[in-house]
């Protein structure tokens, strides 16, 4: 099977050392808290995907075209305009609690929120832990596909 490759890999890169380069204050204790967040949801330590992506947990994806690759089961990157979100799974408006959640956007894949305050720490958590279900339900349904 084909293998697609992706500019994001894990790397050896030290997590701490890109979230304490953060100049914006704010913006930094935010990634923290994110990072706490998925760390729990996750129970998996996080690691760098690239340059700028905090991932944890890792998804194995196959199309049904042959294309297959690599990502985090869950993972986040602090940009200059949001904090983007990303999860393996359902897209984010499929889960529950993202009607609870506040002010935000969605892209392809990806959840986008410009500042924690502006949505419902607990309702994150929540779809936190529903994405990393989802995600791991479609594990599950690839590897019985492969077989």
Partial sequence: MATAESG????????????????????RAEAYEILDMM???????????????????????????????????LGFSPRRQNLTLYAMGSGWDTFPS?????KYTLGKGCLYIKRLDDVNK??????????????????????????
């Fill in 98 to 102: 993202i009607k609870d959640l506040g």
């Fill in 122 to 147: 607990p309702a994150l958590k929540k779809l936190l832990s529903e994405a990393v279900k989802g995600g791991n339900a479609l594990k599950k349904e690839m590897a019985k596909k492969k077989k």
């Fill in 39 to 73: 760390r729990k949801a996750t129970k998996a330590e996080p690691k760098m995907w690239g340059s700028s992506i905090v991932g944890f947990g890792d998804f194995h994806y196959v199309y049904d075209t042959g294309r297959e690759g690599d990502v985090a089961l």
């Fill in 8 to 27: 994001t890999k894990p790397t050896d890169a030290d997590v701490t050392r890109f979230l304490d380069s953060i100049a914006d204050e704010k913006k």
